[in-house]
DNA sequence: CACGTCCTTATTGGATGCAATCTGCGGCTA
DNA sequence: TAGCCGCAGATTGCATCCAATAAGGACGTG
């Protein structure tokens, strides 16, 4: 890989991610190669790293497939996750939020109370949430500071679809019990209070978990991935 | 990667995990497909994959060197591996160990008590202890059924000289410690006790990891690695 | 008609050639 | 003498070529 072939491979597996190669699909070589306008050389390289990840399937002399995550997948890599995102908030009680850290948190339970307030409630609330909720509990892993620990928590979210899914049933309800879990989370983190942390933060990863769940369930039925 | 490709990774690979090729070690392209009778595409491959995986430090147009990991890094890495593993023995005790797993554990346990009892002390009683305490772990790992998890544990284990500088200092008390913590983790396997396991099993893994952290600093300062 | 074998074809695996980039050194200049 | 420019060597990045393997189909036979 190289600056080219660094390219190559973000494309493709934000192409997984987004859901554009579905599970089971068949990645060509040469087609991909085609596709994105370079040769197979780069985009072999991007294959055998996304393969070494585990998102994509290898069979020798015969090519890769995306890979296909079944429910069961869901539920072990949740298990995994609720101990690695409580970790984190435990961690990030006991070092305490630094300015920025806190910054950041505030002015995220501060637009997504705005969201809250709104009357008229569409699918553009969705899209306004999503980015503020990521950068709260990317503000907890942060303040943890173990950079092995958020490379591990990012591997439990490289699943395709793994957002639009986990947030594909939204309202309004939903929206203000999540507002109210980060307040407490944030009330015990600026506390530094790691067990209380760490609790509340095992919690709303299960119930992320089943909301995950949930929905696979529906989209693996629909015949869609 | 294909049917040379893959024995180029993994050649690669456990000659980091041996210290053949120590950190910093600057890992040429030509060089290493002359030493392994290869062109340069299967060893492009393997270097890219193990640069993915956090073994090897890339800058573009530079090349690879393997990752220089520091006592900071062990330290990170051990507080995710206790996690890991307390969920691990809390699985198992969960789902109880079929007999197979029962087996293993029982024929480690039994051949470690061997080897408390002997009364000559050399270095071999520890190269026949390592693969024993292996053993007794993966039983464990493999009870608690969850894939995910032991990949993500085997990720926490891939630091080159791991399990060397880990057991470099043994003797007679460390192992008959070791083989009463073991008892008692299989005890409470047995038994069914989630808890107690994934206590027993937490500070486990939080002992190895002092110990780690302590052979490490010694071995660094030693110049080594 | 069914099954096995052989062959064709498409695709991957590996080797090599060439261009682009970086590093180190020597010389030049202020 | 210190600093900068430029050239030469080495090394990586990418493209392409050829061999090897697997899949699918056609054909022949029982």
């Known amino acids: 890989m190289s600056t080219r072939g660094l390219e190559v491979t973000r494309d493709i597996r934000e192409g997984i991610a987004e859901g554009r190669y579905p599970g089971g699909f068949r990645l060509n070589e040469a087609e991909m190669a085609a596709r994105l306008g370079v040769s197979r050389t780069p985009v072999r390289n991007a294959l055998s790293v996304l393969a070494a990840e585990g998102l994509l399937d290898y069979t020798p002399n015969a090519g890769y497939t995306v890979h296909r995550f079944t429910v069961e997948d869901i539920e072990e890599i949740f298990r995994v996750r609720i101990e690695l995102e409580s970790l984190a908030a435990r961690l990030a009680a006991e070092n305490g939020l630094d300015p920025a850290q806190d910054a950041a948190m505030r002015e995220s339970l501060e637009r997504t109370a705005e ?40 591997k439990t979210n490289e699943v395709p679809l793994f957002d639009l899914i986990r947030w594909r049933r939204f309202d309004a309800e939903l929206l203000r019990q999540s507002l109210d879990e980060h307040r407490e989370l944030f009330d015990a983190l600026s506390r530094r209070q790691p067990e209380r942390a760490a609790r509340i933060q095992a919690e709303h990863t299960y119930r992320a978990g089943r909301r995950m ?13």
């Open 115 to 154: 969201l809250v307030g709104r009357s008229c409630w569409n699918t553009r609330i969705r899209e306004a949430f999503l980015p503020l909720n990521r950068s709260f509990h990317a503000a907890v892993r942060e303040a943890a500071r173990n950079a092995f620990l958020v490379a591990m928590i990012h």
């Open 213 to 225: 769940v949930q929905n696979w369930s529906r989209t693996e039925a629909a015949g869609g991935m």
